[in-house]
């Protein structure tokens, strides 16, 4: 890990918000991440689940954290199965977490070698009523894997069927969504680390510059910061690319008169930031490039206001849709009749602005959270309302990162990182 140790009082306090909401008598159980293979001996680079992360911090493979607060074993009320480590096996393997290391970082006192999970785990399960199991009820997720918490789901429902199964998906979207203090400073972290390569690129952005060479100096900035790199595949896009919404080739040369858009966060401690900012490649915005930036500008500070307690996203989108309909009729991209004929469920304005404004955002780049649930104090949201012009070769799209407070308006993450048109332009241009 690149990353300095994290207060364990944030797991105690994070497992203590998920053991609350148990029912009687049962168990939970989380597991990491596989590390995936790529082909001969090659592998990826590890990815923690996010879950197992968040309620003991162990970020290391083949580890299991089993919650059972109403065992009569008070050394099984939480544990800890770890893959066997030793000073002989260090030398072999690397260093792994120790029983003493592990709970240095989660705060558990009970550690058990992997190993040993099937006999404690059948124990377990005797003195328990219900299982809740980690399903992944993320509304965008779809993938074809099989993940170690599925197959540990299949296998409990075979081993167990008399147990009553429950979800833990609901139990963590809700508490993921809602940020502690530590967590906070270590999105802050990861923000201030995505300034450094924002500032870093006003200098280096010019005419010719291919969008791989800027991909690689924010990758430099974000890794001597202690970042392992980009919360998400970054989106480096020049030119017309901008309206390519996914688009992660980054293989392009950026020409003079072009506006690059830069879709681009760095993650610290695994939490995601997530950023966009427009630039132009020669220093100096068109008069029309500036206009539809500074329309994108005004719909971002307008949405951002709405998030506060109480309100609720698919309101607040419904919102931001009216305010970039208006702005897109200021700029002629539609009229008064595009509007008249439009389809309620694909308002006229979605031509031009076609994704969401806001995701929660936190250990995942699209975090969890509870969506048909009022907006509250803690939660921290990206805001990215965007205009997309393919027949102008125009994309822009600006994009902060906010924490809703108890009043007033959110605390923006990303507050120091340059946003004005005429602030970048300066930038660019100061030798
Ligand atoms: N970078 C992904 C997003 O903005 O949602
Ligand atoms: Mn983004
Ligand atoms: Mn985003």
């Known amino acids: 890990m690149k990353y300095d140790r994290i207060d364990n009082q944030l797991y105690i306090k994070n497992r203590s918000k998920f053991v609350h909401r148990m029912k009687a008598n049962t168990l939970a159980v989380f597991n990491s991440n596989d590390i995936f293979p ?35 074993n008070n050394a099984h009320r939480e544990v800890l199965f770890l893959k066997e480590t030793s000073d002989l096996i260090a030398v072999w393997e690397g260093e792994k977490l120790t029983k003493q290391a592990a709970f240095e970082v989660a705060g558990i006192k009970t550690v058990y070698w992997l190993e040993q999970f099937p006999v404690i785990f059948k124990q377990m399960m005797a003195e328990a009523e219900g299982i809740y199991v980690n399903t992944n009820e993320h509304l965008r997720a779809s993938t074809e894997v099989e993940t170690r918490e599925d197959r540990f789901i299949k296998k409990v429902k075979v081993d ?50 291919w969008e791989y060479e800027i991909e690689a100096e924010l990758a430099h900035e ?58 132009p490649v020669n220093g100096k915005f068109t008069p029309r490039q500036k206009d539809v930036y500074n329309a994108v500008l005004r719909v971002k500070k307008g949405a951002e206001a709405m998030l506060v307690p109480g309100a609720m996203m ?16 200021g700029l002629g991209l539609i009229d008064k009749t595009d509007i008249q004929n439009q389809n309620p469920d694909w308002p006229a304005y979605k031509k031009y602005f076609m994704h969401g404004t806001s995701h929660f955002l936190g250990l995942d780049t699209h975090d969890v959270g509870l969506w048909n649930e009022p907006i509250s104090a803690g939660m921290v ?21 906010l924490v809703v407070q108890e009043s007033g308006k959110p605390f923006n993450l990303m507050k120091d990182i340059p946003l004005e048109a005429d602030e970048i332009e300066t930038l660019m241009n100061e030798k």
Do not use: W
């Open 160 to 209: 167990y069927p008399s147990h009553q199964v429950h979800k833990s998906a609901p139990i963590m979207h809700k508490i993921r969504s809602v940020k502690e203090a530590i967590e906070l400073e270590l999105m802050q972290r990861a923000c201030k680390i995505t300034e450094a390569g924002v500032r870093r690129l006003l200098k280096f952005i010019k005419p010719g510059v």
């Open 222 to 279: 974000f890794l001597i910061n202690r970042s392992k790199g980009f919360a998400y595949t970054p989106i480096v896009a020049s030119g017309k690319n901008a309206c390519v919404l996914h688009y992660i080739e980054n293989n392009k040369q950026c020409l003079d008169g072009d506006v690059i858009l830069l879709d681009v966060g760095a993650e610290y401690a695994n939490y995601a930031s997530d950023l966009t900012r427009c630039l």
């Open 314 to 329: 698919a309101e607040y989108h419904k919102e931001v849709g009216k305010l970039m309909e208006s702005e897109l009729l």
């Open 38 to 72: 790529i082909s001969a001996d090659s592998t990826m680079p590890f990815q923690q689940h996010r879950d197992i992360l968040y309620l003991s911090g162990v970020d290391q493979e083949e580890s299991i954290l089993v919650l059972f607060p109403d065992s009569k």
């Open 381 to 401: 949201f990206t805001c990215e309302p965007g205009i997309y012009i393919p027949a102008e070769g125009l994309g822009i799209r600006l994009e902060d990162d």
